[in-house]
């Protein structure tokens, strides 16, 4: 056997080790998992009740019954008929309000379901008796972005969703995702709010953005070791494309000698 052959090949082993052990990086404990703090048989008092509050654009679902369906029916907004029938929904103006049958404008902004519906059942007394009012924000969803497995906008039929339900739906964060600085970005009214969230400590479940609103987004960055191997990916696809030439020179110039 050609020595040099012998050598090359030592050489090329050895450039591959270099290169797999340049873009590969340990993660530890500290990095990776949620509730470090957290001690065994803790318990942690939750401290906020959270009910979503109607925000300007927002989709409203509102249904009107009684024991008389038929008195229902001027306060029920309704298109089509037989198959084809269906309930309308109502949207809050820039205003605030929505337009009501028989009611006529209802300011509804800043106002959580509960409230809308005392104060609809409040103005209906003259009209009906014993009304149940339903009520149900349709656009209620959240959007997770970033190092997360499944990212993508998601419907919460249920109008309570926690930052950790979101994650989840979404996957849960990469395994090379920062866990202490989640970002939740909140709209009210046009004004945006952002609000940073450390996963790595217990407390953080008393975040005012530990309960999710309609229309939030989650954004989850990438830790240092993520932003290093893809810095050093590109170092090494180039590093990989240089060898390769020098490697096929050698191999023309070796087997020619």
Same mark, same amino acid.
């Given at each position: 056997?050609?020595?040099?052959?012998?050598?090359?090949?030592?050489?090329?082993?050895?450039?591959?080790?270099?290169?797999?052990?340049?873009?590969?990086?340990?993660?530890? @404990?500290? #990095?990776?998992?949620?509730?470090?703090?957290?001690?065994?048989?803790?318990?942690? +008092?939750?401290? &906020?009740?959270?009910?979503? @509050?109607?925000?300007? #654009?927002?989709?409203?679902? %509102?249904? %009107?019954? =009684?024991? /008389?369906?038929?008195?229902?029916?001027?306060?029920?907004?309704?298109?089509?008929?037989?198959?084809?029938?269906?309930?309308?929904?109502?949207? $809050? /103006?820039?205003?605030? /309000?929505? #337009?009501?049958?028989?009611?006529?404008?209802?300011? $509804?902004?800043?106002?959580? =379901?509960?409230? +809308? *519906?005392?104060?609809?059942?409040?103005?209906?007394?003259?009209?009906?008796?014993?009304?149940?009012?339903?009520?149900?924000?349709?656009?209620? &969803?959240? =959007?997770?972005?970033?190092?997360?497995?499944?990212?993508?906008?998601?419907?919460?039929?249920?109008?309570?969703?926690?930052?950790?339900?979101?994650?989840?739906?979404?996957?849960?964060?990469?395994?090379?995702?920062?866990?202490?600085?989640?970002?939740?970005? @909140?709209?009210?009214?046009?004004?945006?709010?952002?609000?940073?969230?450390?996963?790595?400590? *217990?407390?953080?479940?008393?975040?005012?953005?530990?309960?999710? =609103? &309609?229309?939030? +987004? $989650?954004?989850?960055?990438?830790?240092?070791?993520?932003?290093?191997?893809?810095?050093? /990916?590109? @170092?090494?696809?180039?590093?990989?494309?240089?060898?390769?030439?020098?490697?096929?020179?050698?191999?023309?110039?070796?087997?020619?000698?």
């Amino acid at each position: 056997m050609n020595p040099n052959f012998f050598n090359l090949n030592i050489l090329t082993r050895n450039i591959f080790i270099f290169l797999f052990l340049l873009c590969t990086s340990c993660a530890t @404990r500290k #990095d990776v998992a949620y509730f470090q703090n957290a001690r065994e048989f803790e318990t942690l +008092v939750e401290t &906020q009740s959270f009910e979503p @509050r109607i925000k300007v #654009d927002d989709l409203l679902s %509102i249904h %009107i019954s =009684t024991f /008389d369906m038929e008195a229902t029916t001027p306060f029920n907004l309704t298109k089509g008929e037989g198959l084809n029938y269906q309930e309308v929904d109502y949207v $809050v /103006d820039k205003s605030g /309000d929505i #337009d009501f049958p028989v009611l006529g404008r209802l300011t $509804v902004k800043g106002l959580t =379901t509960t409230e +809308v *519906k005392q104060l609809i059942k409040k103005k209906l007394i003259g009209y009906l008796k014993d009304p149940v009012v339903n009520i149900r924000i349709k656009n209620f &969803q959240v =959007t997770v972005l970033g190092h997360v497995k499944n990212p993508g906008t998601f419907n919460i039929p249920t109008e309570r969703i926690t930052l950790l339900e979101a994650l989840s739906l979404a996957g849960d964060l990469e395994i090379k995702a920062r866990r202490d600085n989640v970002l939740v970005i @909140r709209d009210f009214d046009g004004v945006k709010t952002f609000s940073r969230i450390d996963l790595t400590s *217990k407390e953080f479940i008393n975040s005012p953005v530990y309960f999710l =609103t &309609q229309n939030d +987004v $989650v954004y989850v960055e990438p830790n240092e070791s993520a932003i290093k191997t893809s810095s050093l /990916d590109n @170092r090494a696809t180039i590093v990989v494309s240089i060898f390769s030439v020098l490697l096929t020179s050698t191999v023309l110039i070796l087997t020619r000698s």
